[in-house]
């Protein structure tokens, strides 16, 4: 960003901005804490200015009702270039009063681990789940031009990123607000020919008419990760009726079953939540049946929180919470069993392994079958470096982490190909 140079310490920055998350209460907590913790270099460190920015503003008109103190710029959600202008301003202030220049910045930054950057394609959403305040903080979906995310991502291939992790609240529906409504493949295509781009991975696919085109993807790019994150939320069809996800257990079903026909190897990952109202008991079983017949290799479970202002918070049929902590714990071992037994299936394979932190006899990093921040992570045995895609063979695992010993590196060159371990 023009005029700005980002630090690794936030004691050593004059402006800190806090992109927020608020669509559900732990979130807005979450993000309360952070902005506690961070204003605190008003007093200790070198800021001048904080600024928050994302949902929060969007949710709380003012800091002072979110329950922040210190915050100098309360950024409601706008295009990127204005939220960008109103922060460069305050950088410029920062800077004047600090009475100096920042250093030339990088061009993009990244806040992953080494080799990896997340790549947003597209923001807001135009879906109506009754439990989601996204649509209302976010606004309608807005997808980036294909033009602008291939530049974006060739800048990250030049930074020495290998792996692009496409993110947007609604990824299946990235193109349809923009003209020729290009399907999702198209994105994938460009993006798929950027040099240096070994891994692509996909998060948040809603599984309303499934964008079954991609599929045909995994023949042409060895870099699109065969890796499909599908939250269905439930298995009850007057649950997920209740949750206006549209679909149905029996099309979720045949998408599942369409992925793992066409994509040998695929790695499926699902979100569950538990204790929506109206989830009996005979609702939870039919959940408990899905995720025992399908096997998902990935999942994730929440607990529903009802949120002022969304549909749910109004409906009849209110789940004790201590019950659905109870279902919570009750599916999420379920799954461990499940993830235990998908991880003994690779043990004495040899897998491709990103590695993100390198220590001296011991690095930690994630094979290609796990995504950042949700997967857990592979642990590896010897020397490795940091930000290189290395082959390496699985030799104990746990049911949230692998733990392999390299074979042999293969980061170093720039051509794609399949990820081992499939
Ligand atoms: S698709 Fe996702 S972001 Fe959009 S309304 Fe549903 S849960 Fe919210």
Request: proline residues 6%.
């Amino acid at each position: 960003m023009r005029g700005i140079s980002p630090v690794s310490d936030p004691a050593e920055a004059e402006l800190i901005v806090v992109n927020t998350c608020a669509f559900v209460g732990d979130a807005v907590a979450e993000s309360v804490d952070v902005i506690g913790e961070l204003s605190e270099y008003k007093q200790n460190g070198r800021c001048n200015t904080l600024a928050v920015c994302g949902c929060l503003p969007a949710r709380f008109r003012t800091a002072g009702r979110a329950g922040t103190g210190g915050v100098d710029l309360w950024l409601r959600p706008a295009p990127a270039k204005k939220v960008v202008e109103r922060i460069l301003g305050a950088a410029s202030s920062s800077r004047n009063r600090a009475g100096r220049a920042a250093g030339a910045p990088p061009a993009r930054a990244n806040s992953l681990s080494a080799g990896a950057a997340y790549l947003k394609v597209a923001d807001g959403c135009s879906r109506r789940c009754s439990f989601c305040l996204i649509p209302r903080l976010r606004g309608p979906l807005r997808s980036r031009a294909i033009g602008e995310l291939v530049r974006e991502a060739e800048q990250l291939a030049a930074m020495g990123v290998k792996e692009i992790v496409l993110v947007a609240q609604d990824l299946a529906s990235w193109g349809q607000d923009i003209p020729g409504r290009p399907g999702l493949w198209r994105l994938l295509d460009g993006l798929a020919g950027v040099d240096g781009v070994r891994w692509i991975r996909m998060m948040y696919l809603f599984p309303r008419r499934p964008p079954l085109r991609l599929l045909g993807l995994f023949e042409r790019h060895e870099n699109i990760l065969p890796y499909f994150d599908v939250p269905l939320q439930h298995a009850d069809a007057r649950v997920l009726r209740r949750m206006r996800r549209g679909g149905g257990p029996a099309a979720h079903e045949k998408f599942i079953r369409a992925i793992r026909e066409r994509v040998p190897g695929a790695v499926i990952r699902t979100t569950f939540m538990v204790g929506f109202p109206g989830e009996d008991e005979r609702a939870f079983g039919t959940l408990m049946k899905f995720v025992e017949r399908v096997r998902f290799e990935r999942m994730g479970a929440f607990v529903f929180s009802p949120e002022e202002g969304t549909d749910a918070a109004g409906l009849s049929g209110g789940i004790d919470l201590a019950l659905a902590r109870e279902r919570l714990g009750m599916l999420m071992e379920l799954q461990a069993g499940i993830a235990l037994e998908y991880h003994r299936s690779l043990v004495g394979g040899v897998i491709d392994v990103l590695v993100e932190s390198a220590g001296r006899g011991r690095s930690t990093g994630r094979a290609w079958n796990q995504a950042p921040e949700v997967d857990g992570e592979t642990v590896i045995e010897g020397r490795a470096e940091a930000g290189e895609i290395v082959k390496a063979r699985v030799t104990g695992c746990g049911p949230y982490h692998l733990e392999v010993v390299p074979v042999e590196s293969t980061g170093r060159g720039r051509r794609r190909r399949a990820p081992e371990g499939r």
